[in-house]
């Protein structure tokens, strides 16, 4: 099973299949205080064997393998969701 996740400014977009023609379910999810909404995420994936997820995200995000805040949302102008 394979997760995707979009996370835009206003929602986030959750699904899990095993490929573009086997989506198995999905959901909307409004983007607003970082903790609740990624526990909302959290909540949505927890039913299923996850192998692996695609995430596409805001940004800026620290891209570089190593660094300290590798995978973590920078500077945005996303109230309240630098550094997550």
Wanted: hydrophobic letters at 35%.
């Amino acid at each position: 099973m394979l997760a995707g996740i979009e996370l835009g400014g206003t929602k986030v977009m959750c699904l899990v299949g095993t490929g573009p023609n086997d989506v198995v379910a999905e959901c909307r999810i409004e983007t607003g205080e970082p903790a609740a909404t990624l526990t909302a995420v959290r909540s949505f994936l927890e039913p299923y064997e996850v192998s692996a997820i695609g995430i596409a995200s805001f940004g800026p995000v620290e891209l570089r393998e190593g660094h300290p805040h590798f995978g973590h949302v920078t500077n945005t102008t996303k109230p309240g969701w630098s550094g997550t």
